[in-house]
């Protein structure tokens, strides 16, 4: 399916929360601001993960609860492209859509947001809430002695519980809270030493149609070659380790001219084992170099933790 961009025609898709609507106007603004002659109206969709928000991703079926409803509005001719949070992609898209675009990554780190300590000050028994596996390990191997509290919703959502006094502290991602204003909440900033990001975090996608060349060229503009080539590392490691949400695997990749520098974990579900690895190589080769780390995390023990939780084990 084809078409020519024209005014008030390039419609784009998005979940409903604050964030996803954050995202997708401030897509449609630079669209609209690269492209004379290009306009381009929001459209709204409802995604299975936005309507069931009382159970943990991973025991409802993971990243694709977040793009499944968008894909088939894509694929139906309903919108033009669908903005999502590259986080919440999974690798492996539907038969005929692409990633059009990568745009320029926010701050992909972690943050605590809580009554003013940090983690490491936090007493025995404090009640941190996140929605996330890959960070309740992460806590765990270092915090050992507090509860790690499942926590859904949007980014509203979530605060308000925090300062309903449900949780001592919760984890977000820094990007969304400082694209939806939210800055001057951040207690702490977590170092990627102490918790390693999510793979693609706070960074934007954009999908179409493989066939709408007017819609790629259009939404191309926006394509970071940085972050492209970081989180095609990233993602690489994601798809040679099979992962979900049920699953704690990070990985963070940086780049320059000429280098990429990857480091991954993985991790049981408990964070008792915590296994690291990194990788380098040229930009240019940036999905082997994923490929490379997510072998060398399987060979140093992450084989083990991967069956483990596959045999339902921690």
């Given at each position: ?62 990243k694709g609860l977040f793009t499944k409803e968008l894909d088939e509005a894509l694929l139906d001719g309903r919108i033009d492209a669908a903005v999502h949070s590259l986080k919440d992609l999974p690798f492996d898209l ?221």
């Amino acid at each position: 399916m084809s078409r020519t961009p024209s005014p008030a025609s390039l419609r784009l898709g998005t979940r409903g929360s604050a964030l996803a609507m954050w995202q997708a106007e401030w897509t449609r603004t630079a669209l609209e601001r690269g492209e004379p002659g290009v306009m381009a109206a929001v459209v709204t969709i409802r995604t299975t993960g936005d309507r069931i928000t009382d159970v943990p991703l991973a025991e409802v079926g993971g990243k694709g609860l977040f793009t499944k409803e968008l894909d088939e509005a894509l694929l139906d001719g309903r919108i033009d492209a669908a903005v999502h949070s590259l986080k919440d992609l999974p690798f492996d898209l539907p038969a005929g859509l692409l990633l059009a675009a990568v745009c320029e990554r926010e701050d992909p780190r972690d943050a605590l947001v809580s009554d003013g300590r940090t983690l490491d000050r936090m007493p025995t028994g404090a009640r941190i809430g996140t929605s996330s596996m890959r960070r309740r390990a992460q806590i765990l191997a270092r915090f050992p002695d507090v509860e790690v509290m499942t926590l859904r919703g949007n980014v509203d959502t979530r605060l308000r519980k925090l300062d309903d006094g449900a949780y001592d502290g919760i984890i977000l991602a820094a990007a969304g809270l400082k694209r939806l204003g939210h800055a001057g909440r951040i207690t702490e900033i977590l170092r990627p030493e102490v918790m390693l990001p999510a793979i693609g975090q706070g960074a934007l996608a954009i999908v179409c149609r493989a066939a709408d060349t007017e819609t790629r060229q259009a939404v191309g503009m926006l394509d970071d070659p940085d972050t492209r080539a970081a989180v095609t590392a990233e993602r690489a490691v994601m798809a040679r380790l099979d992962g979900s949400c049920r699953i704690p695997i990070a990985a963070y990749a940086v780049t320059d001219d000429v280098t990429l520098r990857l480091e991954g974990l993985i991790a049981s579900l408990d964070g008792a084992r915590v296994v690291s690895a990194r990788s380098e190589g040229p930009r240019a080769d940036a999905g082997a170099v994923g490929r490379h780390l997510a072998e060398r995390l399987r060979a140093s023990g992450g084989e083990e933790i991967l069956r483990e939780i596959a045999d339902g084990g921690s």
